[in-house]
């Protein structure tokens, strides 16, 4: 089903609870925000951490090798940790959805609902298939323990997936009509295998092996730093790094697929990329600046035809500019452009250091000698997840000011009850106090030594 | 036809998530209740024991019934939410205090950071199935209007039947934990225990009675059209029905048939559940939208239907993995009294098996 | 495999995919051109880190 036509859409636009009049409406954006933040890393470790806990279990299983017991059942109780934090916060989000955005759920909330349905059987089948994982080691025979282990790989992915489509969906409503400004016909299937939901998912899949694997290697490659070079150290630092040195080069690809989607979807969206004021041919890109509100960029490099080639893989490619809407349709657009650059500048970063990486071991077959790489690594994982929030708020807040990309209003989505800093200081409140209980437990789990993961030695080495 | 297989859905996921993850937060009751460090350190052993594989799935029950009603029901959803953020805001962040508070507990090193999760878990354990009951008291007494936030904000639930229904989910939480971990306490051969939770179980199984007949005078003064359809017909039969399973299960607990006992107290809070859904019917909020009229259209009612039924086929045999494991002992953690956990970690200390 | 033929592999299948990817934007080259990329991460993770280079000793400084 195409987009819904948007020409008259949104005067058009009859919201099921009427139009509220919040007068805290950017702190409940704000708060939102935090819940994403606080929420996304999690998800991070939901759908890319067990492929690594599986592989070191795999290496186990066809070496013998207690080293990767050990380091997979010390991960496995990581693993499970964060899951159970991610059950929360996203528990936290699903009813922020309601307690925020009433008239968002109460006006759309049939037209892509299924998406979380969907995601709610695919995580609660991650939760049962996790507890059978980590509590059963030992216990049940290990091709039984294996098969849960890739149950809660596949079902990370199948779960994550259905919640982005809703993602997709908010950048391109699709799957319902409008009639006299009321939604009707609605096709939930359609709403969400929308033309946004297969780069989405690919490119976060990817930004969650690259923010996990570079954190956890980073955890290893600090043991190194300090002189711990034993087998169990090893082989927490290349598996993980190698799952993310891979998959660096290959999100810059999909990134490119990213940016030019968006440029054919949500012109205006890109343009707040760049800042770019004017339609216009040969499109430049400033690195760095501000964006002023007359359309100049104050202090940024100029690259010229670069904003042109990276929508449209042509110099002289037609770039739409923001003054193409009203300026009470665009967004915000130094957050926007900056988040961008930011992802963008890191998540080449990345790719230069896997590309150190991968080198070293295609030439020579051994780990790079120098001190300065294991910095870096431990450097890129704090950067891959400012590379990834960074990601995610190009995209929300390059929406704005709608909610549904042209459709709804983020302004009339929101809540009329007037609490909203309680629940803002409430919950940051709760945040930063679960940030620090995980924290702290990571820490005393990490206390323990490797050993008491088997019961006894470790082998040689290690 | 299709609303009401919608509604059963959530009328379903309510069930399920007060017959288990109810057992979870009344357990954080007992905990609450347990004694001190020396006295209490075996009960809450215990509780940490019977909960740790399975509490993360139990949740997920809260978050289908959010997804069902915010799917095909979203104009009576987005009311809802508006109207009651405040008991809502304090369930989901008592959810979120609780779930940390127990996952950290059970790596406390001194006793001193025992107590303080111990309380942090505890009463959250107890705000939230009260303010989540309170929710549902708003709504049975017609209190949520349709609209943005239209309702009042404190009065809507914090009233006589609000309070006491909120009440009734403590204690209801607290009788199905105490029957559970008496099952649980049989299972494991700790008599000691098994003692101690029969007679939590006996006395919340009373009180909770005791306290639900209250309720229907409460809800006969708040509530007329509601205690009237609960009192007549279906309704009536549920409540039969319900307090049928509540005498059968003290009885069963008396004589110390603890299995059966899960099933029948299980069945008795189900029953005032489905009792409670048949009596509102046509309303989902009384006086202002019935069933009818909140649903979404045919197309997303079926989808989710369809998704929910496939699903279910889909989890029907993991779930079952994961509980025969489970009751058959199979994953349970070594036992080990909550107060032997006190001392900071060694690393001579053997790894206690499956932690 | 032997090693060389899987490190030639690997960079096909990693050109390949940006062969397909870059310049086109067919649902079928997206596609195409994943399913590439894809195996490529997979069979590198796999080359990478294989038993004999994860569980060496430290070949010290």
Known sequence: MSPVDVSLAAQSLQTALGEPSQSDLLLTRQTQAMSFIFHIPLVCFGIAFPAMVVFAEGLWLRTGDPVYKALAKRWS??????????????????????????????????????????????????????????????????????????????????????????????????????????????APWSALFNDQLAFEVTHMYLAGYLVVGFIVAGVYARAWLRGDRGRYVRAGLVIPLAFAALTAPVQLIVGDWAARTVAKDQPVKLAAFEGLQKTERQAPFHIGGIYEKDGDIEYGIEIPDLLSILADHDPNGEVVGLDSVPAEDRPPVNTTRLSFQAMVFIGTGLAALAAVFLLTWWRKRRLPRTKWFYRAVVACGPLALVALICGWITTEVGRQPWVVYELMRTEDAVTDANGIPFVAAGLLIVYLSLTAAVVWLLRRLAERPPESEVGGDLGAGA | ???????????????????????????????????????????????????????????????????????CFPVAFGSLMSTLYVPMFIAVSGIIFRGTAFALRGEAATI???????????????????????????????????????????????????????????????????????????????????????????????????????????????ARALYDDLTTGTGLACIAVSAAAGIATLALVWRERYEAARYSAAAAVAAVIVGWALAQAPYLLPGELTIDEAAAPDATLVATLVSVVVGTLVLIPSLYWLYSLTLQGRLDKAYEPLDQRFRPLRAADPEDRGS | MSNLRSKVTLVVLFVLGCALMLPFEFWATRLAGMACLFGFIVLGVFLVADPGFVGAEDEGD
Not at chain 2, 145 to 161: C, E, K, R
């Open chain 1, 77 to 186: 109780k990581v693993m499970l940790l964060l899951f159970a934090v991610g059950v929360v916060t996203g528990t936290i989000l699903s009813f922020e959805l309601g307690l925020l955005w009433p008239n968002f759920m109460a006006t759309f909330g049939d037209v892509f609902g299924l998406g979380f349905t969907l995601e709610g059987f695919s995580f609660f089948l991650e939760a049962i298939f996790i507890a059978i994982y980590v509590y059963g080691w030992d216990r049940i025979s290990s091709r039984a323990h294996l098969l849960a282990g890739i149950a809660v790989v596949i079902t990370g992915i199948t779960g994550s997936t259905m919640v982005i489509a809703v993602n997709g969906w908010m950048n391109e409503p699709t799957g319902f009509e409008l009639v006299n400004g009321e939604v009707t016909d609605i």
């Open chain 2, 1 to 71: 036809m299709l609303p009401d297989l919608a509604i059963a859905l959530v009328v379903a996921g309510m069930a399920a998530y007060a017959v288990l993850a109810g057992a979870d937060f009344g357990a954080g009751f007992w905990d609450l209740t347990a004694g001190g460090a020396e006295r209490g350190g075996p009960v809450r052993g215990m509780i940490q024991r019977s909960m740790a594989p399975v509490w993360e799935a139990n949740h997920v029950w809260l978050i289908f019934v959010l997804v069902v009603l915010w799917t």
């Open chain 2, 112 to 222: 001193a950071e025992a107590r303080l999760l111990g309380a942090m878990f505890a009463l959250s354990s107890v705000l939230v199935p009260f303010c989540l009951g309170a929710s549902v008291g708003a709504v049975a007494a017609g209190n949520v209007p349709v609209g943005n936030a239209s309702g009042d904000p404190i009065s809507s639930w914090l009233n006589p039947l609000g309070i006491t229904v909120g009440v009734i989910f403590v204690l209801t939480g607290a009788y199905l934990s105490a029957v559970y971990m008496a099952a649980d306490a049989q299972r494991g051969d700790l008599a000691d225990l098994r003692r101690a939770f029969r007679a939590r179980a006996l006395g919340a199984g009373i009180a909770a009675g005791a306290v639900a007949a209250a309720g229907l005078l409460v809800l006969h003064s708040e």
